[in-house]
């Protein structure tokens, strides 16, 4: 709650309960600081070491990493750039303020940024996040947040006696004000948010318990602010109004954390009133009711004349007696003016212990004692004195007994004993006395407990070791270990720290040291010879010790201890301080020894000093909470695990949904964030794409991966089922219950993220109502087949196991007694059953309830008996078993239209996944989809809930796996209709269950039209048929591909490290992810690809090569094998060599030495007009992609290493064979040397100052040679030489000079020259790529502060005016912007400064002096395709053969780096168009109404060198992206339209051709919306 009128720059600090601070205020509007926004960022708690804030900004969109100039955003202190991003050190904190609060200025112009984005950066390795994402200030939202301010002030001022409570979330401003109007209440709603929200509220008393419900929706005021009125009257005026807020659209509900909304009304008048009386007495009892009393059993003799002995004593006592757990229980109280004494009598002579404790009327424990009883002389049964002192005397004494021989817990029926106390006349004054001092008491433990929390954070920061925070059971207090080092990392420093409860004055620590790093075991901390202990330790055994607490100031009591420590280097290169003990373990007990209490987990208290083996990834509190319970837990099982797992998922959705609500501490505060969200990782920041939907998607998916790895491991018995502890089987189901149903809700309510939850689902069990029938009907058979109850023998251990620990494994030990049973006895064929369902006697013996016995024949009707035991199998299978189609199908027909269980039961019978023949298997295929393709709909449908949802997905699993099954035994399939039909159907499933995978939606929608006609190769002739669906098929396979490896990123890292923390065998591990997909359809759409690619290839004709760049001899070399050709960029080959290589983007460059590079995948290939492939040719590089993975397999395994010749043709064929090792072949790589040796002497400085003499700007009839390049030149030259029906963009150019001259201008000369003179001065020819690569950033950041000339801006308006008036048409200047044409011009200039260019003129031995940079201004067509041509087929080098390519949109996704091929046809002089491929690409770029600027070097002019491809063009406005949805493209789809308009494209490049004298062209072109045709680029063929 906040105050509504804080002055603007003041702010309200924060203060938390568990960590770090991190505030945003606004201390200065834009409006008052010429268009500035002053921000503040406070970091709270992180100690007085160095921190840092590493920081980026939002220009083009909110969630965009970018690095500002210095008139865009600034901080005080002033910022240091680093590779990609600004940092700023927090200074100390200022006089005045707290000492642990430090503050950063940030100021951003608004016109320019859009949000500021951070994180705070800790040397060497510790960054701080906002959870798993960066800290994000939307200005935007900030302005939202003003106006709401605004309007909830107005309302206070005209209203300044309402009460008044501000919450905040993730996108919503929630205020409420209620003022009395006169006998009524009005209370008024304002609301910030872009949703449609309706107010649901009722009254409340202190209960908060709603006396009725009413719906408000909430009216439109302007933008994202709404508001509602309330006017309560009588009896709806309460002492509380509740509420929650609903939002229809997405059926969410906003509530305050975990609680519904509440604000505290006025009080009115007329609320007594109108308040119903409270009745004396409860409704619906009866007056002299009592409940009857229990039959008891007999007593001894010897126990009625002890007890009769004991009343005598005091025939004042009050006396309660009870019959439970086959004993009478006597309690005798009697009252002293100081004490209540309770005499317990038990007529037993087992050892018990009673646990008592005193309560209220409402039977809640206030505290929790144990006494033994102890056995009474003679034998006359047990006997405890208990004595309560009188200030501590509550209404009842309450009590249960423990049996510790067999663990037996004996109650009331199902409840605590309960005995109402007498009471004495002095008590209620001692009472008094009593409670008042414990008030005092409380009070002044309670501040020392405040402060204790308050400085958790300055103990945290202290932690650079580690640092752990135990919060104690029974409100004991809370307790911190620091693990510290000294400066050079040779100490390590250990002070444990806490606040424990006055009741339990000065504590002592029971602990032992852990014996390794993930090892829970204890060993004596005497042992620990390298530790300097503090005085008093104490030896209690082999493993543990014992030490008083010391008394510290505040109420603390804690202890010191040090140790050696060492620097050790990780796998990852990271150095972490190694301490010379792994961790202790321990637990508390009072000063009075008789009460022990440790953490609220219920575990010991585990501090650990070592950091070896630690997650290092994402999410590491998830896998560092994991490894803790199964690895250092004393107690695990299922039913814990899941439990465990429920509170991981529940805080997970409200930290990653912004479910839970915060208020609102200051107006200014646009952000604050502790340790519940704040995580500190190893990872440092990166620039982000598409925050919202990228890396929150990603993020989600890391957790949830987590998730269903941990649950997995535990499906496959990886980890304990049962770990010393007993679970009984209806809790079990319970809780199976809870968290299958938990899951179900996810899934609706979370569509990011539903693959990983569905596969979670399925690892677990059912659940359901079953649990308890497990112990009763063991019973009722052995009861029924006179199976008796003897310790030791099979059924009853088997008996035992059912009763205290019942899991999956039960299912396979039933089965193996029937077929037991069956075979009469045949033991052999038991244990076979068992060894299917992977027991063994092991396992069986280790269970916390073993069967170290056989089965044995029973004396009764064996056949009943089998009949008894097949029907017990069925409650275990309810239960247990969650993906058996017919137990799932009996589960679900509630649930399910009576068609779809008609179609689900007729696959239940027909018998299994076997087929006859290839007809037989698709048949049974089909009839699942049909079942699939109903339930996906209602899976999908928005009213489905979360109860059905449960069940559909358990039974779609199921049927999935069966699918995989089939897929998986139909190899031989090879028909092209049936291949199709499975691909759609596999593809229905993925977008069934993945709804944000939006490239996979396209992808079915283009499979429904088109696949059908294609697959019966009707589309066209057979060839485009098959080339259409290959083109498809193309796409499904990256997509799958991507996917999948998506897969493994998530999981492999994952499975590997929870594997070697729990010990798990290597080959589980190995086979992990594989496993997981086998029974996906991910896993069957891939094998259905891979038997189509035959079959399309082979109809189309296609050969197993691409040839990129051919070469016409054959070429030698060493063969080697690489992952990447990104990897090896800086690598010099000495040795003439041949790579056989992944992923090649299309962006590298050919490394030297290298003289063929052969692809091993299609899917990874780089285009034909990559800056890559262009590279190739230039320097006669052969360049080749591989589309028969067979075909690159045998490569890899026969020539590796091996010297080779290779033969290719322009008709895709290629011929490798083993040669000898030449000779000569040290001469050729000294020639190598000396080539790098002659590329690193080049000169390196680059021309800043010499303007060539140049304008500013020059329009098409004023270009030559000397002051554009050939982009520009030849479009000038071209444009009065073409039909009139073949256009080219408006244009004018930027020449060679003018960034120069902008340079020396004098709004840069004197800022940004000499900063960048200094700058690129530190560039030698031997810098490395990444020196290199430093020195670009700060010259590409200096280039974007420049500011533009006044002369520039008007040369540009000018010219454009003058080529509009000289074509008769003005296209450019309504296209001009100047802040977006400086914008976009810098972008261009900025690609100069880059490690592309850096690399290729070393490579060809020339200076960047040498180089020139013109920049081509057109207007930007609106392109409904573009093409690239070539006159001259570059394959077949046949001079009348016509190659080209086409794509949807602009044509940046045909010569950049997207994934995916383009049309591509070839055409001869006088013939007709002929498709070679249709168009796989993933992504269109729809162009926008602007200007582009294109680079137009002088790289083609300069001998050995190439410049195409290397710079950059930039659109004055970025183009929109959209994933293709081919079956609306009339180029794919009406054969007619196609061929014309590609005919009328290859006579364009021939004319082309004929403009420029004949010679081969390589040209660029689009067709815009009209269908007209446009040039906007051509220059010589290579």
């Keep these: ?87 700023t050190s927090f200074p100390k904190s200022s006089a005045g303020e707290a000492k642990s609060l430090r503050k950063i200025k940030v100021e951003l112009k608004t016109e320019e940024v859009k949000a500021l984005q951070f994180v705070l950066h800790r040397k060497p390795n510790d960054w701080l996040k906002n959870g798993n994402t960066n800290f994000l200030v939307d200005l935007l939202k900030s302005q939202q947040l003003k106006a709401f301010r605004q309007l909830v002030q107005k309302a206070t001022s ?30 008024q709603a304002i609301v910030s948010s872009e949703n449609d929200l309706v107010l649901q509220y009722g009254p409340a008393n202190d209960d908060r318990r709603w006396q009725s419900s009413t719906r408000l929706p909430l009216d439109a005021v302007e933008g994202s602010l709404k508001k509602g009125k309330i006017i309560l009257k009588g009896k709806q005026v309460q002492k509380f109004l509740m509420f929650v807020l609903h939002n229809p659209t997405h059926n969410q509900w906003l509530k305050d954390g975990g609680r519904d909304f509440q604000i505290e009304l006025p009080a009115i008048e007329a609320l007594a009133a109108d308040s119903p009386s409270e009745s004396p007495t409860s409704p619906g009892v009866p007056d002299g009711f009592a409940p009857a009393a229990r039959t008891e059993e007999p007593v001894s003799s010897k126990f009625q004349t002890w007890v009769a002995e004991v009343k005598s004593e005091d025939p004042n006592a009050k006396v309660q007696e009870w019959n439970a757990g086959g004993m009478a229980i006597i309690a005798v109280a009697s009252t002293e003016e100081s004490e209540c004494s309770i005499h317990m009598l038990v007529d037993s002579q087992a050892d018990l212990t009673v646990q008592w404790g005193s309560s209220g009327q409402d039977r809640a424990w206030k505290f929790s004692k144990r006494s033994p009883l102890l056995a009474k002389q003679g034998g006359s049964g047990r006997e405890a004195i208990i004595t309560i002192p009188a200030g501590e ?76 925070t135990f919060e104690l059971e029974r409100d004991c207090g809370e307790v911190d270990v620091v693990c510290s080092a000294d400066d050079n990392g040779s100490l390590a420093k250990v002070e444990l720290v806490g606040w424990f409860h006055p009741r339990l004055g000065n504590c002592v620590l029971h602990f032992g040291v852990l014996k390794g790093a993930r090892s829970s075991e204890w060993s004596s901390p005497i042992d620990a010879k390298a530790v300097s202990w503090p005085e008093g330790l104490t030896r209690i055994d082999d493993k543990a010790c014992q030490i008083q607490l010391e008394s510290w100031p505040g109420h603390l009591q804690g202890l010191q201890f040090s140790m050696p420590a060492q620097k050790q280097q990780q796998k990852d290169g990271e150095v972490v301080i190694e301490p010379a003990i792994a961790g202790i373990s321990f637990v508390f007990k009072d000063a009075s020894g008789s009460e022990w209490f440790k953490p609220r987990s219920g575990g010991n208290g585990t501090a650990r000093f070592s950091t070896l083996g630690r997650w290092r990834g994402e999410w590491p509190q998830v896998a560092e909470k994991i490894v803790e319970q199964e690895v250092t837990w004393d107690q695990m099982s299922l039913k814990r695990r899941y439990e465990n797992c429920l509170e991981f998922v529940d805080g997970w959705e409200k930290q990653s949904e912004g479910m839970n609500m915060r208020k609102l501490h200051s107006w200014n505060t646009l952000m604050h964030v502790d340790s519940s969200s704040a995580v500190w990782s190893r990872l440092p920041s990166m620039p982000m794409f598409e925050l919202e939907e990228e890396n929150i998607k990603a993020s989600k998916e890391g957790f949830w991966s987590w998730i269903f790895v941990w649950q997995r491991f535990s499906f496959q018995r990886l980890l304990t089922w049962e770990r010393n502890t007993c679970t009984q089987p209806r809790m079990l189901a319970g809780t199976t219950n809870q968290i299958t149903s938990r899951m179900a809700e996810l899934w609706k309510a979370h569509p990011r993220c539903r693959m990983w939850i569905r596969w979670t689902l399925a690892t677990m069990g059912r659940g359901g109502s079953g649990g308890q029938q497990i112990r009763d009907e063991i019973l009722v058979i052995m009861h029924a087949h006179d199976i008796k109850e003897i310790h030791g023998t099979y059924y009853e251990q088997w008996h035992q196991k059912l009763h205290n620990n019942t899991t999956p494994e039960d299912i396979g030990i039933c089965r193996a007694i029937i077929k037991y049973l069956q075979t009469d006895g045949n033991m052999g064929e038991y244990w076979k059953v068992l060894a299917d369902h992977g027991i063994d006697k092991e396992r069986l013996a280790s269970y916390s309830r073993p069967i170290t016995t056989e089965p044995y024949m029973v004396n009764t009707d064996r056949g009943r008996l089998i009949g008894d035991f097949e029907r017990y199998l069925g409650i275990l299978r309810s239960v247990h078993d969650a993906l058996d189609l017919g137990l799932a199908l009996d589960h679900a027909r509630w649930a399910l239209p009576g068609d779809l269980q008609g179609k689900i039961q007729a696959i239940c019978g027909m018998g299994g996944t076997g087929f006859t023949d290839l007809d037989d298997g698709h048949g049974k295929f089909m009839r699942i989809f049909e079942a699939r393709e109903q339930m996906l709909t209602l899976l999908n449908h928005p009213n489905t809930q979360p109860n059905v949802i449960k069940e559909l997905l358990i039974l779609d699993f199921t049927l999935e796996t069966q699918q995989s099954v089939l897929i998986q035994g139909m190899g031989a399939e090879q028909r092209l209709i049936q291949l199709s039909d499975q691909l759609r159907c596999l593809l229905m499933s993925l977008v069934g269950h993945m709804p944000t995978e939006n490239e996979l939606q396209a992808i079915l929608e283009d499979w429904n039209v088109l696949a059908k006609e294609c697959s019966r190769l009707e589309f066209g002739d057979r060839t485009e048929s098959a080339l259409l669906l290959k083109a498809m098929a193309d796409r499904v396979s990256r997509v799958v591909g991507e996917l999948s490896d998506k897969c493994q990123t998530l999981m492999g890292p994952k499975a590997a490290f929870l594997g070697e923390q729990i010990g798990a065998p290597k080959k589980n591990i190995d086979v992990f992810v594989d496993e997981v997909l086998r029974g996906t359809s991910l896993m069957a759409l891939g094998l259905v690809l891979q038997r189509m690619e035959p079959v399309l290839r082979g109809l189309a004709h296609l050969p197993p090569w691409q040839m990129i760049s051919v070469v016409d001899h054959p070429i030698e070399g060493e063969l080697k094998l690489i992952e990447k050709m990104v990897h090896i960029q800086d690598k010099v080959f000495e040795t003439p060599t041949v790579l056989l290589s992944g992923a090649v983007s299309g962006e590298e460059e050919v490394p030297d030495g290298v003289v063929g590079v052969l692809v091993r995948s299609a899917k990874e290939a780089p285009d034909i007009l990559s800056h890559c492939a262009v590279r190739a040719r230039n320097f006669g590089v052969l360049l080749a992609t591989c589309f028969d993975t067979k075909i690159s397999e045998g490569l890899a395994k026969d020539f590796e290493n091996k010297w080779v010749e290779v033969t290719c043709k322009a008709d895709g064929t290629l011929t490798i064979q083993e040669k000898e090792r030449p000779a000569g072949d040290a001469a050729k790589a000294q020639a190598v040397a000396e080539e790098a040796k002659t590329a690193a002497a080049t000169e390196v400085k680059m021309n800043l100052t010499n303007t060539l003499g140049c304008s500013w700007v020059i329009r098409p009839d004023e270009m030559d040679k000397a002051k554009v390049g050939s982009k520009s030149l030849n479009l000038a030259l071209l444009k009065p030489k073409l039909p009139k029906d073949i256009l080219t963009p408006q244009a004018v150019a930027l020449p060679y000079g003018c960034m120069q001259k902008a340079l020396t201008d004098k709004v840069n000369k004197e800022t940004v020259l000499p900063k960048l003179e200094k700058v690129l001065g530190r560039l030698k020819a031997k810098s490395s790529n990444e020196e290199a690569q430093l020195i670009f950033e700060e010259a590409q950041l200096l280039i974007s502060q420049m500011k533009m000339p006044d002369d520039l801006k008007k040369a540009l308006e000018d010219s454009m005016k003058k080529v509009g008036q000289q074509d008769g048409e003005e296209r450019l200047s309504p296209l001009f912007n100047a802040r977006d044409a400086w914008d976009a011009i810098r972008g261009v200039w900025t690609s100069l400064f880059a490690l592309r260019p850096w690399v290729s003129l070393a490579k060809a031995g020339r200076s960047f002096h040498d180089l020139n940079m013109a920049v081509l201004c057109q207007e930007l067509v609106e392109a409904k395709y573009a093409f690239v041509l070539h006159t001259i087929n570059p394959f077949t080098h046949d001079k009348d053969e016509l190659y080209g390519e086409l794509v949807a949109g602009r044509g940046e996704t045909l010569v950049g780096n997207f994934p995916g091929r383009a049309l591509s046809f070839t055409m001869r002089r006088g013939g007709e168009p002929k498709i070679t491929s249709f168009p796989s690409k993933s992504v269109a770029l729809h162009t926008q109404a602007c200007l582009i600027f294109r680079s137009d070097s002088n790289g083609e002019d300069l001998e050995g060198f190439a410049g195409a491809g290397l710079f950059e063009s930039v659109c004055a406005v970025q183009d929109k992206e959209g994933f293709r949805r081919i079956h609306r493209m009339p180029i794919v789809t009406n054969r007619d339209y196609r061929q014309n308009l590609l005919k009328r494209i290859a006579e364009t490049g021939w004319a082309v051709e004929t403009a420029f004298g004949g010679a081969p062209q390589d040209i660029e072109g689009c067709v815009d919306v009209s269908e007209r045709v446009f040039i906007v680029q051509s220059r010589p063929q290579v």
């Design 1 to 87: 709650r906040s105050s509504l009128h804080p002055s603007r720059n003041s702010r309200e600090m924060i203060g938390n309960a568990g960590g770090h601070a991190v505030s945003v205020d606004v201390i200065g509007e834009p409006e008052d600081n010429s268009g500035w926004a002053v921000l503040e960022v406070s970091a709270d708690g992180f100690g007085e070491g160095e921190l840092i804030l590493h920081w980026g900004v939002g220009k083009q969109h909110v969630t965009e990493w970018a690095l500002p100039t210095e008139n865009e955003a600034k901080t005080t202190p002033a910022a240091t750039l680093v590779p990609g991003a600004y940092q």
């Design 158 to 187: 005209e209203r300044p006696e309402a009460k008044h409570a501000v919450w905040s979330c993730n996108g919503a401003e929630v205020a409420i004000l209620a003022a009395d109007v006169g006998g009524a209440c009005e209370v």
């Design 393 to 468: 005397v509550d209404k009842l004494f309450m009590f249960v007994l423990h049996e510790g021989a067999i663990n037996r817990w004996i109650k009331d029926g199902n409840s605590d004993f309960a005995m109402e106390l007498p009471q004495h006349p002095e008590w209620e004054r001692k009472r008094r006395e009593e409670e008042e001092r414990k008030r005092a008491e409380a009070e002044k433990a309670m501040e020392g407990k405040s402060a204790f929390i308050q400085a958790r954070a300055e103990r945290e920061a202290r932690g650079d070791i580690t640092f752990a």
